[in-house]
């Protein structure tokens, strides 16, 4: 169970479970509070329950337990076009037969909105997405980015003060991707307004996000902003879902100052930041960033030898798997600037790294 400590909340998911069979749980006892106006992405693999936090949210699931409140109000029997919450979907869900105009008009139709008031907010919520020129456009007329836009602009025209994404930007190519994520974090910076985001994709997450949810089993292991998720993961799950990582499987050998000793497989020892870890004897994982270690450099406590098994070029980087301690998917990225001297497959080298920088976490 994980409980962060808003003031005020606006959403509040209070001991919320899920079952679709009445046996098998796959959402855990969620406590989670989300302030008004933040951004708050849920990311976890498939089946980690994510997407089902999001549907109860909407409406279109139902706790099997526990109550989800709206700005203090519980929406647990509320249906879904009742509680003013815009929604956008991997798939956009545009009616196909209505111009784009239609298409947002539809939502302020239904809530009572006269005509000429629901044209002036169709024709500001398309300039808010830079699409006001494709009014009189139908769906089919439009790229999968500008579908999206559109699906965008459709779930802010009524100007709700909660937006639900769920995989928005799943079917986009790369580089569009990565140029909506920044306009969606635009929008919400410049509207004000409280998103609720699913996703899988880590990059995205830590890209828009205020605080990032890892799910994982129906349970959040770990709620944080971006920086702390990455630099601070506080189990092992949390260490390898978010970027790149390096492990090293050990045992706890004992404790020294506000450090941890740990033996490796291959009988050495080494020292680490304790996070997770037990009593001398317990199995326990290091986790190392792979920008955290020093190839051939000042040599320290955590300095090792290393077998160079692949080179890969990246451009602003080389990327260097090693053999270190046992472990042949040991990463160093090493920058691509003056100094550096050429490395070889299959030389001998060294790598080092600050003890603090490596985590001692629970074995996976």
């Given at each position: 169970?994980?409980?962060?400590?808003v003031?005020?909340?606006?959403v509040e998911?209070?001991r919320v479970?899920?079952?679709?069979?009445?046996?098998?749980?796959?959402?855990?006892?969620l406590?989670?509070?989300?302030?008004?106006?933040?951004f708050v992405?849920?990311?976890?693999?498939?089946?980690?329950?994510k997407t089902?936090?999001l549907m109860?949210?909407a409406?279109?699931?139902t706790?099997?337990?526990?109550?989800?409140?709206l700005?203090?109000?519980?929406?647990?029997?509320?249906?879904?076009?009742?509680?003013?919450i815009?929604m956008?979907f991997q798939?956009?869900?545009?009616?196909?037969?209505?111009?784009?105009?239609?298409?947002?008009s539809f939502?302020?139709?239904v809530?009572?909105?006269?005509?000429e008031a629901?044209?002036e907010k169709?024709?500001?919520?398309?300039?808010?997405?830079?699409?006001?020129d494709?009014?009189?456009r139908?769906p089919a007329?439009?790229?999968?980015?500008?579908?999206?836009?559109i699906?965008?602009?459709?779930?802010?025209?009524?100007?709700?003060?909660?937006?639900?994404?769920?995989?928005?930007?799943g079917?986009l190519?790369k580089?569009?991707?990565?140029?909506?994520?920044?306009?969606i974090k635009?929008?919400?910076?410049?509207?004000g307004?409280t998103?609720?985001?699913v996703?899988?994709?880590?990059?995205?997450?830590?890209?828009?996000?205020?605080?990032?949810?890892?799910?994982?089993?129906?349970?959040?292991?770990?709620l944080?902003s971006?920086?702390?998720?990455y630099?601070?993961?506080?189990?092992?799950?949390?260490?390898?879902?978010?970027?790149?990582n390096?492990?090293l499987?050990?045992?706890?050998?004992?404790?020294?100052?506000d450090?941890?000793?740990v033996?490796?497989?291959d009988g050495?020892?080494?020292?680490?930041n304790?996070?997770?870890?037990?009593?001398?004897?317990?199995?326990?994982l290091?986790?190392?960033?792979?920008?955290?270690?020093w190839?051939?450099g000042e040599?320290?406590a955590?300095t090792?030898?290393?077998?160079?098994l692949?080179?890969i070029?990246?451009?602003?980087?080389?990327?260097?798997?090693?053999?270190?301690?046992?472990?042949?998917?040991?990463?160093?990225?090493?920058p691509n600037s003056?100094?550096h001297?050429?490395?070889?497959?299959g030389e001998?080298?060294?790598v080092?790294?600050?003890?603090?920088?490596?985590?001692?976490?629970?074995p996976?």
């Amino acid at each position: 169970m994980v409980e962060e400590l808003v003031q005020d909340a606006f959403v509040e998911f209070d001991r919320v479970q899920k079952s679709y069979d009445g046996e098998t749980l796959v959402v855990k006892d969620l406590n989670l509070r989300i302030a008004k106006g933040e951004f708050v992405t849920m990311l976890g693999p498939s089946g980690s329950g994510k997407t089902t936090c999001l549907m109860m949210l909407a409406g279109f699931e139902t706790a099997t337990s526990g109550e989800i409140r709206l700005d203090g109000r519980p929406i647990n029997n509320i249906p879904p076009h009742k509680r003013g919450i815009g929604m956008v979907f991997q798939n956009y869900a545009l009616f196909p037969h209505m111009t784009v105009g239609e298409n947002l008009s539809f939502p302020l139709e239904v809530r009572g909105m006269g005509r000429e008031a629901r044209a002036e907010k169709v024709r500001a919520a398309l300039d808010m997405v830079q699409m006001g020129d494709f009014i009189n456009r139908r769906p089919a007329q439009l790229s999968g980015g500008q579908q999206q836009r559109i699906a965008l602009a459709r779930a802010l025209v009524f100007e709700p003060e909660l937006v639900l994404m769920d995989e928005p930007l799943g079917a986009l190519d790369k580089q569009l991707r990565e140029h909506m994520q920044f306009e969606i974090k635009h929008l919400h910076e410049r509207l004000g307004i409280t998103v609720v985001y699913v996703t899988h994709d880590q990059a995205e997450a830590l890209t828009m996000s205020d605080r990032v949810a890892v799910f994982n089993n129906g349970v959040i292991q770990q709620l944080a902003s971006p920086e702390d998720l990455y630099e601070r993961p506080e189990n092992s799950f949390v260490a390898q879902f978010i970027g790149e990582n390096n492990k090293l499987e050990g045992t706890v050998e004992g404790y020294e100052d506000d450090l941890v000793l740990v033996r490796l497989a291959d009988g050495a020892i080494t020292r680490a930041n304790p996070v997770k870890c037990g009593d001398p004897g317990s199995a326990t994982l290091i986790s190392i960033r792979p920008e955290r270690v020093w190839l051939e450099g000042e040599t320290n406590a955590n300095t090792t030898e290393a077998e160079v098994l692949e080179l890969i070029y990246l451009g602003d980087h080389l990327r260097c798997r090693l053999r270190v301690h046992g472990n042949e998917d040991f990463i160093v990225k090493v920058p691509n600037s003056a100094g550096h001297r050429p490395l070889v497959v299959g030389e001998r080298t060294r790598v080092s790294w600050n003890a603090q920088d490596a985590r001692a976490l629970d074995p996976l």
